[in-house]
């Protein structure tokens, strides 16, 4: 079996209680089946401490936080249970965040989430954004269409080699993504095999562009889910003209690569890329630090599948994410 994963991927260490932020913050913790009963009959007062804040709901086991924390989360930001159990003890979702897995039977892709500060950090300030691949034993047949992950595959590849060598402005590069992705997705409905010309969706794209406003942006992110008030009140605040470096390339890869395959599910990846595109936009219109603003999108956003699927389906009723409004943001 291939495994696939970000050149940086392996680059994470866990910086504990350096983190200026906290996985075990705002968020509720999934607890998988096996830990949940491990803890239940746990003796001592740490098991009479997690017998106090489990809590059974149609979705499984969660942890409740309290005062907007984990309750095992300690005042020098590590967690009780890892510090009296060990790291084994935590439960699946705590032993495996921030790193991800897309498991697609015959090959696994490995990547870390945006939402961890200092994965934030890896991710941001490393151009080493493309796939390598490992193989390993294992692994059973695909549960895919074929054709369609060929595309995909191939399709992603293209765009992440040129992204790693272009030197046009990043507006730029994320018109050239709507206007391929466009031809990736006729080619995913039955057309000719899609190429990827910058120059000519370059044309394309100055032609339709008209002048943008990221008003409607924000205010649509403001209708989704919010879990902080610090986000709110970025969303309401007045937008900046965005300082656009190479650390925006990097984010895009870091979107391209975990979203591009997710495609092979509904064969829809132009949701996916204007899902990318827009999650850059904003991030770079709201301004403030690079890492702190694009490490907020991904808490609040990212990790809220609820907030992933509205923007999936604005990429086609939303007035704020129509092609001509996202073009005119870029150009």
């Given amino acids: 079996m291939e495994v696939f994963y970000p050149g940086y991927y392996k680059d994470f260490v866990c910086i504990a209680g350096a983190c200026p932020d906290s996985c075990c913050k705002e968020w509720s913790v999934d607890v998988d089946d096996d830990a949940a009963a491990f803890y239940r009959n746990l003796p001592g007062a740490l098991g009479d401490r997690l017998r106090q804040v489990l809590q059974d709901t149609e979705d499984g086991t969660i942890m ?26 935590l439960c699946k979702t705590c032993r495996e965040f921030p790193r991800l897995t897309h498991d697609y039977g015959d090959f696994l892709e490995l990547g870390l989430e945006l939402s961890c500060p200092e994965a934030a950090r890896i991710i941001l300030n490393s151009a080493d954004w493309e796939m390598v691949c490992e193989s390993v034993p294992g692994g059973e047949a695909g549960d895919y269409n074929g054709e369609v992950m060929e595309i995909l595959r ?17 507006p730029e590069i994320l018109a050239v993504l709507l206007l391929y992705t466009h031809e990736v997705q006729a080619e995913l409905d039955g057309g000719k095999m899609a190429v990827l010309d910058a ?31 610090q986000w709110k009140n970025r969303l309401e605040a007045k937008a900046v003209a965005p300082c656009w470096d190479d650390r925006y ?17 509904d064969f829809d990846v132009l949701c996916r890329a204007k899902f990318a595109i827009t999650a850059c936009l904003l991030i770079g219109y709201l301004g403030g630090d690079l890492l702190e603003t694009a490490q907020l999108f991904s808490k609040e956003i990212e990790n809220d599948p609820d907030n992933v699927e509205a923007i999936l389906d604005g990429a086609y009723t939303a007035p704020a994410l129509t092609d001509l409004a996202l073009l005119g943001l870029m150009l």
Wanted: aromatic letters at 12%; glycine letters at 8%.
């Fill in 64 to 89: 409740v936080i309290e005062d907007g924390r984990c309750p095992m989360w300690r005042q020098d930001g590590l967690c009780r249970i890892q510090a009296e159990l060990g790291h084994d003890a």
């Fill in 199 to 229: 120059d000519a969706c370059l044309e394309d794209a100055r032609r339709f562009a008209k002048d943008g406003d990221i008003r409607p942006l924000q205010d649509f992110f403001l209708e989704l889910e919010i879990l902080t008030p």
């Fill in 154 to 170: 191939r399709s992603r590849k293209e765009f992440l080699d040129f992204l790693g060598a272009t030197s046009l402005p990043f």
């Fill in 249 to 265: 390339k990097a984010l895009l890869g870091y979107f391209i690569g975990r979203y591009w395959l997710q495609a092979v599910s």
